[in-house]
């Protein structure tokens, strides 16, 4: 066990990216892109939930990912190294706006309204994980989507703004599966 009270940010960034591992941007991009093909399939009828799973779908659609390749441990190593706690804090930060979104979704009975305020405040995460992993393909993939998600939503048609979010949302983990540190860079 790490010893973080001395550990040099530097260390602990490099520890935080080793105990990483490729899985989450993977089940970024297929929760997303589920919610993509939902969304252009039953339009309005889409249920209020979707967008809900989509945002939170791809931890667990990691860690059986991460399972399947026998990486699980990852996940256990590295629970006090502060970089992985102030990652965790923004997971609740995040998780404390999405309500905004779903009183702007209520007030607007707008439910693509929701999909694009989902969609941009999961991305947030890549902020605090760029940081962590020094990075900056984490902030890159923040900026990206929340510029395309919301090109996605102003211009195009009624139809299929939302599953034009989700795909844009979805379209951005192809980014930062390709542009991110990988985990086996520092072992």
């Given amino acids: 066990m790490e010893d973080y009270s001395t550990i040099t940010l530097a260390n602990a960034r490099r520890e935080y990216l080793a105990n990483c591992t490729t899985a ?5 991009l297929i929760a997303w892109a589920a919610l993509a093909i939902a969304a252009y399939e ?3 009828r889409l249920p209020s939930f979707a967008p809900f799973v989509a945002a939170a779908a791809p931890v667990p659609i990691a860690l059986a990912i991460d399972m399947a390749r ?3 441990g990852y996940w256990k190593r590295g629970q006090g190294n502060p970089v992985s706690q102030l990652f965790m ?7 404390l706006i999405i309500p905004f979104a779903i009183i702007a979704t209520e007030a607007a009975r707008e439910l693509d309204l929701l999909i694009l305020g989902l969609a941009i405040l999961a991305g947030m995460i890549w902020v605090p994980h760029g940081w962590g992993a ?5 902030f890159i993939h ?3 989507r929340a510029i395309l998600c919301y090109a ?5 048609t009624e139809e299929l703004r939302g599953a ?3 795909g844009a949302a979805a379209l951005t983990y192809v980014y930062a599966i390709i542009a991110m540190k990988k985990p086996s860079s520092v072992r």
């Fill in 24 to 28: 989450m941007p993977i089940g970024g």
């Fill in 42 to 44: 039953l339009g309005d």
């Fill in 70 to 72: 026998g990486e699980l």
């Fill in 89 to 95: 804090r923004f997971i609740t930060v995040v998780a």
């Fill in 134 to 138: 020094n990075d900056p393909a984490g």
């Fill in 142 to 144: 923040f900026v990206l």
């Fill in 152 to 156: 996605a939503y102003l211009f195009t």
């Fill in 164 to 166: 034009a979010v989700a």
